[in-house]
């Protein structure tokens, strides 16, 4: 066997967001470069000039191609096309470069712009993809935005996109669920992400109060939350419901209007910087998801020892929750039966707690270092 270290490169747009994919990497990367000696290198389009949002082990190196894709945001449709089109064949001379200097083992796209032409790269490296989302949600437009010339662009979008997984080496999904719907690809495997922190402790589950964490839109489903605990409040009025996210609260707050509850015992927060205190200071966890990759919040809720309640959406709940053990599943969309699992938890705290031990179990499933190792696995085997 060869004693070289394994040289492997990240293909991702930036590391200046903090984001679920951006603190999933760094996490990895620092893992792969500290535990098992491997040769990390990331490579960006985007945010040249800016700090990481997360701490980066000095023994990973970056290198930025300055592409900037992010002008895009601020141009026309037509200039869009134009400007795209010249920074995508500038992005592929790049990175072609880079690629042929560094000859790398493997080299990981996380799906963005490079998978147009990341296999046509002759580096002799092995290529993976990394999906950080579900199919589902996946280039997925809203229901009420729906129209046929979306529709159309979806189904060819696609099409192309599954000829270029095809081609991959390997394709990495995050649940045992979306790798089932793939039919078309035989080279898929599911690894899921690891939760971001060590809990410092388990909750005690005694407080009064049920927590859900994410941006707020549309596709979290705060709003079907919102309905279920006009149900729950109407019976547990001292019961308090917290959501944290970033995004625009406004809609959520008529809602919560419309329906009569009162803003202190329906809280909706913005971000929070301590967010495990957050954890710790409730008795459950509920995911309203429409579709999900992997919550990465419902992760970090095990850890720290909350039952959960979950709407059975693609993807991730299935793969998280054990119904009846850490746990309740409830039918995707019906809001009255998540309102009566909340309600069976409230009402039930020898279970709850019982719910709670099981989900911290769980949670060891997703610890980075029992990870690590199936991506080692994986890597290896290549």
Not at 23 to 47: C, M, P, Q, S, W
Not at 192 to 201: H, L, M, R
Not at 347 to 357: C, L
Request: hydrophobic share 40%.
């Amino acid at each position: 066997m060869n004693d070289k270290p394994l040289k492997i490169v990240y293909c991702t747009p930036a590391l200046y967001l903090a984001g679920g994919v951006e603190r999933v990497l760094t996490l990895k990367a620092n893992y792969f470069a500290e535990h098992f000696g491997y040769d990390i290198t990331i490579i960006l389009t985007d945010g040249k000039g800016k700090p990481f949002a997360y701490p980066m082990s000095d023994k990973i190196k970056v290198i930025h191609l300055d592409i900037n894709f992010e002008e895009l945001w601020t141009c026309s449709f037509l200039k869009k096309i134009f400007i795209y089109l010249k920074k995508q064949r500038i992005y592929k001379r790049k990175l072609t470069e880079e690629l042929m200097r560094i000859r790398p083992d493997i080299t990981d796209s996380l799906l963005r712009r490079e998978i147009n032409f990341i296999t046509d790269i002759k580096d002799g490296s092995k290529k993976i993809g990394e999906l950080h989302t579900s199919r589902q949600n996946n280039r997925s437009f809203k229901d009420n935005e729906i129209n046929i010339v979306k529709a159309l662009f979806a189904k060819y979008w696609n099409w192309s996109l599954v000829r270029k997984l095809r081609k991959l080496d390997k394709f990495v999904v995050l649940t045992n669920e979306d790798k089932e719907g793939w039919t078309e690809l035989d080279n898929v495997v599911a690894i899921p992400n690891p939760v971001s922190f060590t809990a410092k402790a388990q909750s005690t589950l005694t407080s009064k109060r049920v927590l859900a964490v994410g941006r707020y839109d549309y596709v979290k489903g705060f709003d079907r939350l919102l309905k279920a605990w006009a149900m729950v409040a109407s019976k547990h009025p001292d019961w308090t419901m917290a959501i944290y996210g970033d995004g625009d609260k406004s809609p959520y707050e008529q809602l919560r209007q419309q329906l009569g509850l009162d803003a202190a015992r329906c809280q909706l927060n913005g971000v929070t910087t301590n967010i495990q205190d957050e954890y710790l200071a409730s008795a459950m966890y509920v995911v309203t998801s429409r579709y999900e990759g992997l919550s990465m919040a419902m992760l970090e809720a095990i850890s720290c020892g909350l039952p959960l309640v979950a709407f059975a959406c693609p993807c991730g709940p299935r793969d998280v929750v054990d119904d009846g053990i850490n746990g309740f599943l409830v039918e995707n969309g019906n809001v009255s039966q998540l309102a009566e699992k909340i309600i069976y938890m409230i009402e039930h705290p020898e279970e709850r707690t019982r719910m709670g031990a099981n989900a911290v179990i769980k949670s060891a499933r997703y610890k980075i270092d029992r990870l690590a190792k199936d991506w080692q696995q994986l890597f290896e085997s290549l």
